[in-house]
C-alpha cells in the first residue's frame, strides 16, 4: 500500500539530538537544583543526569531524555533524588523542567542543526502528494520556537506534542489524530524515528515502522523493530519512490 502520510519524531530524527540535549542537560541538572533550594554538588548535578540517562557524556537511547516528556522525566529524577533522601514534588518538578529546558535552549550559544535541509526534504515529500505530522515527546512552546527559528513550521500538517492534552507516544493518540483529520488507513502512514519507542509506537498503531540512525539508537537495536532503516530522513523520497515501482 502506498504511503500517503508521514508522522515524524523530532530529536535525533528531524533534528541533531546530541548537539543540542546533552549540553542542555548539565545545565538543567545545575538549575533544577537551585530552583530547589538544594545544595549545587557535582553528587546531586550527577544525581540528576543518570536520571535523565546521561552517562559518561553519552545519552542512553532508551533512557528519559531520549524520548520521554519532562512530567516522566521529573518522576525518574523525583525517585533518584527520594534514594538521597530528597523529597520533591512530581508534578511540579515536571513543570520546573520544562520551563528550565526551554529556557535554556533558547539562549543564544544554543542552536537546532538540522539532519538534512528539512524544508527541501517536505517540499519534495509535499509534490508527491504526501502529508507531512510530527510525533514528539516535545512541548507545543518548545516545537514551535525550533520549526519558526528553521522555517519550517508552515510544512507541517499535522503537530502531534505535549501539550497537556495529547498521550505521548507509544500510546496511539497523536497517531490517531493524525489518521482521522485526514482519513487514512493505518497502513499508508509511515512512522519515523531514532529510537526503540518510536518503533513500539508505530506496531502499535498498525504503521509501517522506519527507523533512522541519526539519533541515539544503533542499527543492532533498531533493525530487529523496524520494517525498514535508514541512514537519515534524507533518504525518504527515493525508497518511496522505489516502493512504488
Known sequence: MLIKGILFDKDGTLIDFKSLWLKAAKEVARLFLQVNGLTDTKELQQVILEAMGVINDTIDAKAPLAYQTYHEIAKSICDALQKEAVELDEELAGQQLSVLFESVISRKEFSYQQIVPLKELFDRLHQEHILIGLATADT???????????????????????????????DTDMFE?????????????????????????????????????????????????????????????????????
Open 140 to 170: 507545543d512552546t518548545a516545537v514551535r520556537r525550533c520549526f519558526q527559528k528553521l522555517g519550517i513550521l508552515s510544512c507541517f500538517d499535522f503537530l502531534g506534542w505535549d501539550d497537556g492534552s495529547m498521550k505521548p507516544k507509544p
Open 177 to 245: 489524530r493524525f489518521q482521522k483529520r485526514y482519513g487514512l488507513q493505518a497502513q499508508e502512514i509511515m512512522v519515523v524515528g531514532d529510537t526503540l519507542n518510536d518503533m513500539l509506537f508505530a506496531h502499535r498503531c498498525h504503521a509501517k515502522a522506519a527507523g533512522v540512525l541519526s539519533g541515539l539508537a544503533a542499527y543492532e537495536e533498531l533493525e530487529k523493530e523496524a520494517d525498514i532503516v535508514l541512514e537519515n530522513v534524507g533518504e525518504i523520497p527515493d525508497y518511496l519512490a522505489d516502493q512504488s515501482i
